[in-house]
């Protein structure tokens, strides 16, 4: 395999039955690529429109082609069209692993796409997982819950900010029914009726989302096992049910913690050994909210709230809690490894 004597860099001239790796820079409107032979040799680099890498990628003359994509916002479609080119692996780099292991020192798409390919022709390329359809459009409905979540939150923190500026106490909660109706009749600020109406509207939203994923949650199997957990609603088992996906690509219940952030990091240089805060990796909103199903879990369940008593009186509330949480996502690995509720699995038998 080598370059053409003309040494042109839009051509590639290549024997039919060699290896490609092909390293992708997605923008929007543009690609770069990089497209490198086994041994390393860089065969092309090539700007194109991001709408034709699909049938660019198809037209080289290769049986075998191996190629790279960093992850971006709208990889799925793009990543569905490159996976019907025959002959072709799609792999999407994991983009903090990506930051890990690359060292070069210039940022510019030819260099991404340069690292990229090299990457995947040394196999160091750290991929992303990528879910099926219908894993993705149970994210896209956990996704909606959460950003209206979090607009509720903020809206109420805005009407209990504006009260607190303007020196208003209505002696009772605002969002009551009673303390609702004060603020329309007795408050009467504009400011204020203009975030209640909106509050309302996302209330009304969040209402319609909730019925849909107990909806979805009551076919499937997955979720349903994940809700037999102790302080577990629906939302949180589709959460976390569509975040494992496949649970057999963990080894076990400790690299399913890691993917969620709820192991302790670890520093160690020579002879000294010591853990710090959690790493926080993975999705922060599926970490916090089974943080605070784990604060309902040690209400319900006297095996988790004798854990967490245990721990509390050494570590704190806090550390105690994210342990408890830690707990339940290992319990969860192993109710969907096995195929059994929480009572079928009865953890508290094997401590």
């Not at 003309?6 to 690529?33: C, K, P």
């Not at 390393?40 to 037209?59: C, F």
Request: hydrophobic share 35%; charged share 30%.
């Amino acid at each position: 395999m080598r370059l053409k004597k003309s040494e042109d860099m839009n051509q590639v001239d290549v024997n039919v039955n060699e290896v490609l790796y092909i390293g992708a820079d997605v923008h929007e409107r543009e690609t770069q690529l990089a497209i490198f032979e086994p041994g390393g040799t860089l065969l092309q680099e090539k700007r194109i429109p991001t709408k034709d890498l699909q049938s660019y990628v198809a037209s080289l003359p290769s049986k075998e082609k191996h190629l790279a994509l960093e992850s971006v916002g709208f990889i799925y479609p793009l990543y569905d069209k490159l996976r019907q080119i025959p002959g072709c692996e799609v792999a999407v780099a994991n983009p903090k692993r990506l930051r890990q292991v690359s060292d070069s020192k210039q940022k510019h798409d030819r260099a991404d796409a340069k690292v990229l390919g090299n990457l995947i022709r040394t196999n160091f390329l750290k991929r992303s997982h990528m879910s099926d359809l219908e894993t993705r459009e149970k994210r896209f409905l956990i996704n909606d819950r959460v950003k209206y979540g979090l607009r509720r939150s903020e809206l109420r923190g805005s009407i209990r900010w504006l009260l607190k500026r303007r020196g208003i106490e209505i002696g009772c909660d605002p969002f009551s029914r009673e303390g609702r109706r004060k603020l329309r009749e007795e408050v009467v600020l504009q400011e204020i009726d203009i975030r209640l109406q909106e509050l309302e509207l996302v209330e009304s939203i969040i209402e319609k989302l909730d019925k849909q994923i107990i909806n979805v949650v009551s076919g499937d199997e997955k979720a349903k096992l994940l809700d037999t957990l102790p302080g577990i609603a629906p939302y949180t088992a589709l959460f976390l049910s569509s975040a494992f996906d496949d649970v057999d690509r963990f080894v076990d219940s400790k690299h399913a913690c890691a993917y969620l952030g709820l192991v302790p990091s670890l520093f160690q240089t020579g002879d000294v050994s010591f853990t710090g805060h959690i790493t926080r990796d993975g999705n922060k909103f599926l970490r916090r909210n089974l943080v605070e199903c784990a604060r309902v879990a040690v209400r319900k369940d006297p095996h988790l709230k004798e854990f967490y008593l245990k721990l509390r009186r050494k570590r704190g509330e806090r550390k105690a809690l994210i342990a408890v949480a830690r707990k339940m996502v290992a319990y969860a690995y192993w109710m969907l490894k096995r195929n059994q509720t929480y009572e079928e699995l009865a953890p508290w038998t094997h401590t």
